[in-house]
């Protein structure tokens, strides 16, 4: 089993910028492929970022947010900048056993979910 615990969020104007972390615990060693989502109001859930052998980001965050880790803390990391009002949203950590880049960006490629955490960015 995996635990994964987001933390981070909160109110930022736009422009501003927030780091999200994810901190894992259990089984970690088991964990491939970790990945950031998000779900605005109303809205689908949307891949924002991953880590696997590479990084991959949706186009709307290319350029702004950045995935990093910290495997001695066993800790995912979203830092985002330049915050929009459209990145506004809960975002969930994830991660999953089976490292496959073909599918990334599939909900269906993590076994293992945080709480969320909820992003605000006024105008």
């Known amino acids: 089993q995996v635990q994964l615990v987001e933390s981070g969020g909160g109110l930022v104007q736009a422009g501003g910028s927030l780091r999200l972390s994810c901190a894992a615990s259990g089984r970690t060693f088991s964990v491939r492929l970790m990945g950031w989502f998000r779900q605005g109001p109303g809205k689908e859930r949307e891949f924002v970022a991953a880590s696997g052998i590479n990084t991959y980001y949706v186009d709307s965050v290319k350029g702004r947010f950045t995935i990093s880790r910290d495997n001695a803390k066993n800790t995912v990391y979203l830092q985002m900048n330049s915050l929009k009002p459209e990145d506004t949203a809960v975002y969930y950590c994830?991660?999953?056993?089976?490292?496959?880049?073909?599918?990334?960006?599939?909900?269906?490629?993590?076994?293992?979910w945080g709480q969320g955490t909820q992003v605000t960015v006024s105008s």
């Open positions: 994830a991660a999953g056993t089976i490292l496959n880049s073909r599918n990334y960006d599939r909900v269906s490629s993590y076994e293992y």
